[in-house]
T-cell receptor, first 114, second 110 residues
Framework: NAGVTQTPKFQVLKTGQSMTLQCAQDMNHEYMSWYRQDPGMGLRLIHYSVGAGITDQGEVPNGYNVSRSTTEDFPLRLLSAAPSQTSVYFC?????FGQGDEQYFGPGTRLTVT | GQNIDQPTEMTATEGAIVQINCTYQTSGFNGLFWYQQHAGEAPTFLSYNVLDGLEEKGRFSSFLSRSKGYSYLLLKELQMKDSASYLCAVLNNAGNMLTFGGGTRLMVKP
């Protein structure tokens, strides 16, 4: 199994540009999520999905959209990039909602907005 | 709301024991996770506690006191490769949101 994969690994955008960060998992996990990680602030939840066709907002959803058309894929869209969105983005998945279900993280996408 | 606190940085010596504390105040609780994150890499799962007490897994142990809103991660026989950030995270009642603390950066010195 490849686990959780993310593309691209690095991206530089200009303010106002849009782009999609890709995330896929091959573990047949129901739950997928997107986090951003900024220095000193830990990981913050952007959006999550509990299954195909179902998404919900996390702690910091503004400026981001998601969709979940298949179990495997959970792309994150930046509609109009801003310098405040410069961060490292991690996608994660877990089997379900049982106690102790650990999240598996992808390798991350390092995004810089100039 | 959720509030999770950890020390920002700690330093310890190779071969020693170190304890990383985490305190939390959350509106719901369905377990506490510890993750390890090496610089430039993704977090990886270390431990999960939902009941009070100590969970031991090799050199790593994790403790939870729900009444005190307190957990710690204990690392024994420290190795240089243990230099990393350690993230404490609390799962909400519904099991659909994990809230992380800011992480503790541990530096292990020879």
């Amino acid at each position: 199994n490849a686990g959780v994969t993310q593309t691209p690994k690095f991206q530089v955008l200009k303010t106002g540009q849009s782009m999609t960060l890709q995330c896929a998992q091959d573990m047949n996990h129901e739950y997928m999520s997107w986090y951003r990680q900024d220095p000193g602030m830990g990981l913050r939840l952007i959006h999550y999905s509990v299954g195909a066709g179902i998404t919900d907002q996390g702690e910091v959803p503004n400026g981001y959209n998601v969709s979940r058309s298949t179990t495997e894929d959970f792309p994150l869209r930046l509609l109009s990039a801003a310098p405040s969105q410069t961060s490292v983005y991690f996608c994660a998945s877990k089997r379900g909602f049982g106690q102790g279900d650990e999240q598996y993280f992808g390798p991350g996408t390092r995004l810089t907005v100039t | 709301g959720q509030n999770i606190d950890q020390p920002t940085e700690m330093t310890a010596t190779e071969g020693a024991i170190v304890q990383i504390n985490c305190t939390y105040q959350t509106s719901g609780f369905n377990g506490l996770f510890w993750y390890q994150q090496h610089a430039g890499e993704a977090p990886t799962f270390l431990s999960y506690n939902v009941l009070d007490g100590l969970e031991e897994k090799g050199r790593f142990s994790s403790f939870l006191s729900r009444s005190k809103g307190y957990s710690y991660l204990l690392l024994k026989e420290l190795q240089m490769k243990d230099s990393a950030s350690y993230l404490c995270a609390v799962l909400n009642n519904a099991g659909n949101m994990l809230t992380f603390g800011g992480g503790t950066r541990l530096m292990v010195k020879p």
